[in-house]
């Protein structure tokens, strides 16, 4: 389980770089040389070479050697195991908000239940006075005579 957790933990600090993400969009899309990668970039080689590392050590990315060449290309099925992670997250919030909602819900039904049982009525009501009717409401009693 722990080894899983570490896995997720990597993918996610991986995914968190947008020069990464970039960089996985790219390789995912055919496999590239890392210095052809570099080259898009306005920083050093070993900087483009170490994202592609932490991808790798991700699992996002599988690196191959063709001669003096470092060749990346994306893994699919990895990106396919995150996006799996996102929609269970995603499908669990979605439950909870659901009963958060329909306990809200329950509430709102509640309070205006209540509110047409009270003596006043819902919007309050109107009752004659010494000086004339007045209106008794949400702000309390006012002189309709005035």
Do not use: C
């Not at 195991?81 to 269970?88: C, D, F, P, Q, R």
Request: aromatic share 2%.
């Amino acid at each position: 389980m722990a080894e899983n957790e570490d896995r997720v933990d990597a993918m996610f600090h991986a995914l968190a770089d947008r020069t990464r993400r970039d960089l996985l969009r790219r390789v995912l899309a055919g496999e590239h040389s890392v210095s052809a990668l570099a080259a898009a970039y306005d920083m050093s080689f070993a900087a483009v070479q170490k994202h592609v590392a932490v991808l790798e050590r991700a699992g996002l990315v599988v690196k191959r050697r063709v001669g003096r060449e470092a060749l990346a290309s994306g893994d699919v099925d990895a990106v396919r195991s995150v996006a799996s992670m996102l929609t269970e997250l995603e499908s669990i919030w979605r439950g909870r908000i659901d009963r958060i909602d329909a306990l809200l819900g329950l509430e709102a039904g509640a309070a205006s239940d209540s509110a047409a049982h009270s003596p006043s009525g819902p919007e309050g009501s109107t009752t004659p006075g010494p000086e004339g009717p007045t209106h008794s409401g949400p702000d309390g009693p006012a002189n309709q005579g005035d």
